[in-house]
């Protein structure tokens, strides 16, 4: 999976967590399953595709997760800061 369309799914699934979860402590931790499930499924396409894994392919466990976990926590912050400022009208 590309880079790009991670973050986006991973924005999209933070701002549905911001907006439907009331509790920001339970927000939080739901957004842990996003760099579960890319570890997951980097797990799944090392496993599917062997022929493809070189030297460093390790690296993709520790780098894999990173830019959808952004995307999740700023999706989850505009998602949270929306649901403040419909509730405050």
Same mark, same amino acid.
Not at 19 to 25: G, P, S
Not at 49 to 55: A, E, K, M, V
């Given at each position: 999976?590309? +880079?790009?369309?991670?973050?986006?799914?991973?924005?999209?699934?933070?701002?549905?967590?911001?907006?439907?979860?009331?509790?920001?402590?339970?927000?939080?931790?739901?957004?842990?399953?996003?760099?579960?499930?890319?570890?997951?499924?980097?797990? +799944?396409?090392?496993?599917?595709?062997?022929?493809?894994?070189?030297?460093?392919?390790?690296?993709?466990?520790?780098?894999?997760?990173?830019?959808?976990?952004?995307?999740?926590?700023?999706?989850?912050? +505009?998602?949270?800061?929306?649901?403040?400022?419909?509730?405050?009208?």
């Amino acid at each position: 999976m590309e +880079v790009e369309i991670a973050f986006i799914l991973s924005l999209t699934f933070g701002f549905v967590i911001g907006i439907v979860i009331t509790n920001r402590k339970l927000g939080c931790a739901t957004l842990l399953l996003v760099p579960i499930a890319v570890i997951a499924h980097i797990g +799944v396409w090392q496993h599917q595709n062997p022929q493809l894994i070189s030297s460093t392919s390790g690296l993709d466990f520790f780098f894999g997760p990173i830019w959808p976990s952004v995307g999740a926590v700023c999706g989850f912050a +505009v998602g949270l800061i929306l649901k403040i400022l419909d509730e405050e009208n």
